[in-house]
Antibody, heavy 120, light 107 residues
Framework: EVQLVESGGGLVRPGGSLRLSCAAS????????MNWVRQAPGKGLEWVSS????????YYADSVMGRFTVSRDNAKNSLYLQMNSLRAEDTAVYSC?????????????WGQGTLVTVSS | EIVLTQSPATLSLSPGERATLSCRAS??????LAWYQQKPGQAPRLLIY???NRATGIPARFSGSGSGTDFTLTISSLEPEDFAVYYC?????????FGQGTKVEVK
């Protein structure tokens, strides 16, 4: 069974930093592209970032480009999101999601998410 | 950026009725469209990908159709567990984008 467990969320002041982690199990992590998706309280889904299985290809939403950095450690079956220069509008539940296949990054398994609150 | 517009925002139906949800893209996405279901407090669940392919374990009452810019998710006969919010998403272009969601509520 695929399991994705996020951690690292919390309360941070505007301009601060956080590093989110996603621990994966139940599938071949090193063969799977991975993604971060966020959902602000009471709002819809917003794609944040994607990283290929090797980490060679990385994509970001314009809203986080230059502030967030996605990475992975295939030896540890872990995905990360380094978030710098945080803003109030980054407040959301951040979820990691596994891609359906190498050729199709549909989000077929999701974690429950970790809440990031940016507030003074 | 490809904008996905879902309609209606809210659909009020009774169990057993047919639900028809629409997703319109601002430019062609070919068949690169998916549908997700999200219930309160839960992670989204992939229902349909590539416009018309049901994901693993998804009941046959869920079906997707369309290509280009106009897509439809149909739930043939609503079960109590189907009342939720539904999102469409495209993977034709970066950035990946979602629609704003359609809430299917009990009438």
């Amino acid at each position: 069974e695929v399991q994705l467990v996020e951690s690292g969320g919390g309360l941070v002041r505007p301009g601060g930093s956080l590093r989110l982690s996603c621990a994966a199990s139940g599938f071949t992590f090193s063969s799977s592209s991975m993604n971060w998706v966020r959902q602000a309280p009471g709002k819809g889904l917003e794609w944040v970032s994607s990283i290929s299985s090797s980490g060679r290809y990385i994509y970001y939403a314009d809203s986080v480009m230059g502030r967030f950095t996605v990475s992975r450690d295939n030896a540890k079956n872990s995905l990360y999101l380094q978030m710098n220069s945080l803003r109030a509008e980054d407040t959301a539940v951040y979820s990691c999601a596994k891609s359906l296949s190498a050729a199709a990054d549909w989000f077929d398994s999701w974690g429950q998410g970790t809440l990031v609150t940016v507030s003074s | 950026e490809i904008v996905l517009t879902q309609s209606p925002a809210t659909l009020s139906l009774s169990p057993g009725e047919r639900a028809t949800l629409s997703c319109r893209a601002s430019q062609s996405v070919g068949s690169y469209l998916a549908w997700y279901q999200q219930k309160p407090g839960q992670a989204p669940r992939l229902l349909i990908y590539d416009a018309s392919n049901r994901a693993t374990g998804i009941p046959a009452r869920f079906s997707g159709s369309g290509s280009g810019t106009d897509f439809t998710l149909t739930i043939s006969s609503l079960e109590p567990e189907d009342f939720a919010v539904y999102y469409c998403q495209q993977r034709s272009n970066w950035p990946r984008t979602f629609g704003q969601g359609t809430k299917v509520e009990v009438k």
